[in-house]
């Protein structure tokens, strides 16, 4: 079993710890390919940098689908681009927001996330509604810290998101926490064993949700808004994007990683 597993960002240190949480948990027989775009921002804080992050990652989920890969792991908590994935895709896609979201829900009846600034927590809330989550999740919280600043122990940032907790616990009675960044995918066991209730990493749910899907056989279904894009061009810089023949086009998009 082959998990793509792509960070919408441009970030190679980002996409080492996320390929490290992946295969922590991935199974014994499932090979992790853990890829970034060639082009966009080096972290995703708000709309303007997700608009600029989706045609670089839609490139590499195009080249993992020609590679054979048996589902795809979207690793930005916004699920960055997923009903677009989906739609390119014929394997199962999976954001990672939206499974931590699900597997929380499993485990408690009210659950927070923690994010890294407040600028994140209108997209999360809008998630949450979308996937009819809403009402299980107590409050979305934001420990005030930029995405790379995570990678920069003297940030204070795992103490900042640490307060976070157990003001979630205190305040809003959250009986499990959701971290809402892939950068703090190596954070969730510590911080479950600190505050004494389960702590979700939507790396690690993502990974394991998508060998569940492939193991059941289930692929994306192609009726309704995930039926491939009707062929048309696309002109300048998105060339290599135009569909035809209902696939998207094979050209090369900036470059390797």
Do not use: W
Not at 199 to 226: C, F, H, M, N, Q
């Amino acid at each position: 079993m082959l998990i793509h597993v792509v960070n919408p960002n441009t970030s190679r240190s980002f996409t080492d710890k996320i390929d490290h949480a992946a295969r922590a948990v991935a199974s014994p027989g499932t090979e992790i390919s853990a890829t970034q775009p060639a082009m966009g921002p080096v972290s995703i804080e708000g709309y303007y940098d997700e608009a600029y992050a989706i045609p670089g990652m839609l490139a590499r989920i195009r080249e993992a689908e020609a590679l054979g890969a048996d589902a795809h792991v979207i690793a930005c908590f916004d699920d960055t681009g997923l009903d677009a994935a989906r739609q390119l895709a014929r394997a199962p896609v999976i954001g990672i927001g939206e499974a931590a979201y699900h597997v929380a829900s499993l485990v408690a009846g009210k659950f927070a996330v923690v994010t890294t600034l407040a600028l994140a927590i209108p997209v999360m809330e809008h998630n949450l509604v979308r996937y009819g989550l809403a009402t299980r999740c107590a409050k979305v919280r934001a420990a005030g810290i930029p995405v790379l600043a995570l990678e920069d122990p003297a940030s204070g940032g795992v103490e900042r998101i640490s307060a976070e907790i157990e003001a979630a616990k205190r305040d809003d009675h959250a009986e499990a926490i959701v971290l809402g960044c892939a950068g703090m995918a190596d954070l969730a066991a510590d911080l479950s064993a600190k505050h004494g209730l389960p702590v979700i990493d939507g790396v690690a749910a993502a990974v394991t949700l998508a060998e569940s899907l492939v193991r059941l056989g289930v692929r994306t279904s192609k009726l309704g808004g995930y039926a491939p894009p009707p062929p048309k061009p696309y002109l300048g810089s998105f060339a290599p994007f135009s569909v035809e023949g209902g696939a998207v086009g094979g050209g090369a998009v900036g470059g390797g990683a």
